[in-house]
């Protein structure tokens, strides 16, 4: 199974940032929509990506700091300064098995999908965990079938 496999039932909506943005906006769209990452984008280049792990490792930060003395508001912190810039990318003809391999090896659990400079998608571990279990169920009702319909000897 490739890359591209997985992100045509996943579908193609897109959500993305501009660098620019304030991260509490970005939380917001992640939040309203459910997802865990923002691709974020400056001039329609990929510049990084915005995930659940940065947030958390900020607001962790913000808190350590708090304790220290007075913090500017978490409000004031723009995506540029808290994103994974140049994240790793896979092409949609990679292989799963070496998509999960670089996930595992970047400690990436969201990967922008690109075909040159051209953004397909985002990849996620809860999507590759869908693709092969629905592949492996599919593989065992054929197998089954198979064995069902196995010629009586005679």
Excluded: C
Excluded at 108 to 131: C, E, K, N, T
Excluded at 138 to 154: H, Q, S, T, V
């Amino acid at each position: 199974m490739q890359v591209n496999e997985i992100l045509k039932v996943k579908g193609n909506t897109l959500f993305t940032a501009s660098p620019d943005a304030l991260l509490s906006e970005g939380v917001i769209t992640m939040a309203e929509n459910d997802i865990g990452s923002l691709v974020v984008m400056s001039q329609g280049r990929l510049v990084g990506m915005l995930t659940f792990r940065e947030v958390l490792k900020v607001l962790a930060r913000r808190q350590t700091e708090h304790r220290a003395g007075p913090t500017p508001p978490v409000a004031e912190i723009y995506i540029r300064d808290v994103m994974r810039p140049d994240p790793s990318v896979v092409s949609p003809e990679m292989d799963v098995n070496d998509l999960r391999r670089v996930m595992v090896e970047t400690r990436q659990r969201y990967l922008p999908v690109m075909d040159g400079d051209v953004l397909l998608g985002v990849i996620s571990f809860h999507d590759v965990a869908r693709a092969v279990l629905d592949e492996q169920s599919f593989e065992n009702k054929m197998l089954k079938a198979y064995i069902r319909d196995w010629p009586a000897e005679g």
